[in-house]
């Protein structure tokens, strides 16, 4: 049997996830990590409700789980460069640690399309840099998520993406499949379906790859 650690459960796929994962056969037990409780009541489920600068500090962590990193925010809602960082780099970064030590199975990154450490755009390149820190760690099994645009219900609605989500669907049949909008549904089985499948080393699940899931 297999446990599950998600951060990030209340966002737009780790919401979904926590959902397939509790529905899963394996999984005997979910531990979800968040700043705000879930309203999900489910006999496998674990909410750890506190403050994510202290995931540095985690513990009392499941030995051999399936971590997944689904954390993740703007620049506008974060309201800083500096703060957007913090929940994008040193928080996942922080979660990486801490469940290495305690001999996590594998570790299940969500970063973003064009994720590059030497790019100029700000964005992309936090999301880039996240990915190598991450490498550096050691995993066993680490595997990383670069989706396009998110389509789905968000509670808390981001600027420009709404706009930005009706402009996509209406031009789908012209956007090449790796740029194209994905159902953030589809990223969530692709993490459920990678970390079941138990493969080792450092695999990359591009935008375009996910659209099968």
């Known amino acids: 049997m297999r446990t599950a650690i998600v951060a990030g459960c209340t966002g737009l796929i780790g919401a979904q996830l926590v959902e397939l994962l509790l529905a899963h056969p394996e999984y005997q037990s979910v531990l979800t990590i968040s ?5 999900i009541k489910n006999n496998k489920l674990e909410q750890r409700v506190m403050e994510l600068d202290s995931l540095d500090a985690l513990d009392q962590i499941p030995s051999g789980a399936d971590v997944f990193c689904c954390l993740g925010t703007t620049i506008k ?12 780099f040193e928080y996942p970064l922080a979660l990486a640690h801490a469940t290495h030590a305690h001999g996590a199975r594998s570790f299940h990154l ?5 994720a590059d450490k030497n790019s100029s755009v700000f964005y992309n390149r936090v999301k880039g840099e996240i990915e190598e820190a ?8 680490l595997h990383i998520y670069q989706p396009s645009l998110l389509l789905g219900h968000r509670t808390v609605k981001r600027a420009g993406e709404g706009a930005a989500e009706l402009v996509m669907r209406a031009l789908d049949f012209l956007i090449p499949k790796k740029y194209k909008a994905i159902d953030s549904a589809r ?10 499948r138990d493969e080792a080393g450092i695999v990359i699940h591009t935008s375009g790859e996910m659209q099968a899931s």
Do not use: H, N, W, Y
């Open 35 to 39: 700043r705000r409780p879930l309203s």
């Open 77 to 88: 809602q974060a309201g800083s460069e500096a703060a957007f960082r913090k929940v994008d």
């Open 110 to 114: 969500v970063t973003a399309l064009g």
């Open 134 to 141: 991450i490498r550096q760690i050691g995993f066993s099994s």
């Open 187 to 196: 990223v969530a089985r692709a993490m459920l379906q990678a970390a079941t």
